[in-house]
């Protein structure tokens, strides 16, 4: 492989020496704005060479190779390992002007994903703009109306907001049903727990304890039909909290259950609680499991223990879902923020714990 440098006034008329030294075969391996009284496009360029040149005795057999050929020899490989090092550690933003790539890494520390990352980079002016960028976009996610702004009334069937939250094993959803429950009941709201599931042992025992503590009526069920026995049974409260046991996404038994639940056409409001600090990748795919279900809020858990929460805007841009609120620690009542998005997007930009 033949690898070298080349610095035009132009990317064309770089790429035109690339063509005519190295012929049509030739490779972009990185190309970059240089800035200064002169600006210039360097492009690195690579060919593979005819083997044969090598390995015969006519260009570089070891033995009769000069001090200068070796020498070249040693800066392509010098050369060709800074590009292989770059292009581990950039991939594609290879080809941004330094002060857009500064933006693209500050956005990759908090773990936004490069091709978001590289959408904001280039709709930004300057790094001073993503707060404002990152904002909008979180709000143009936000298509329904926050928590307890209104109150469910479907077909004059249930005078009430029947909220169920739906999340991965230990994401936080029974945590959460208590501290929800807590703040109807400061507000003065008729409140009821319902169970739904009893597959993990000790599940039921967590929220009756709280059920007992916040002083509401809890029940629990096992399947769709009690389910919606039940609710009829709480028609007389303001909110409705079901709680759902956690159980791994990606098995169907798991989705099938809540989807009977969805089959029995009751007035739910969905809530699918993620936690923070999970990695992203993980979050995309387990939201995709869930994806067949109704979801109308996501709401993150744990981002106290979470290091960066790059992961709630990659979220919000890949599935345009509003973030009903945010737990930020394990005290019941409180640790529980309905955020709006300046404060949701100075999160989503700082690294470090809170
Ligand atoms: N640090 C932190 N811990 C939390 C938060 N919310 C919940 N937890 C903890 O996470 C653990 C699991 O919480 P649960 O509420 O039982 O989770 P779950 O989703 O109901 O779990 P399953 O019912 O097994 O699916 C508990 O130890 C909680 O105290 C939070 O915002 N921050
Ligand atoms: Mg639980």
Redesign the pocket.
Known sequence: MKIKKYQARTFSEALASVKRELGEDAVIISSQDRKGSKPYVEITAAVDFDIEHYDGKSVLPASTASTGDIAELKNEIRTLRECVEAMRNSGCELTLPADRKKMFYFLRERSIRDEYALNLVERAGGIEDLETLISEDISRSRLYDTPYSGVWNMSGRYNMRAVMLI??????????IAKLASKAVKEGRRTAVIGVDTF?IG?VE?IRIYAKMLGVPLEIVSNAQDLKKSIRKFNDRDILLI?T??QNPKDDEYIKSLKDIYKMGLPLETQL?LSASSDCDFLIDTYKHYGGLPIDYIAF?????AVKLGSIYNLCRTYRKPVAYI????RVPG?IEFIENRKLTNLILRTGSA
């Open positions: 999340g991965p094993t230990g994401a936080g959803k029974t945590t959460t993990k599940a967590q709680d046991t956690g609680l858990t744990k981002t106290d223990e737990t930020t620690g394990q640790n």
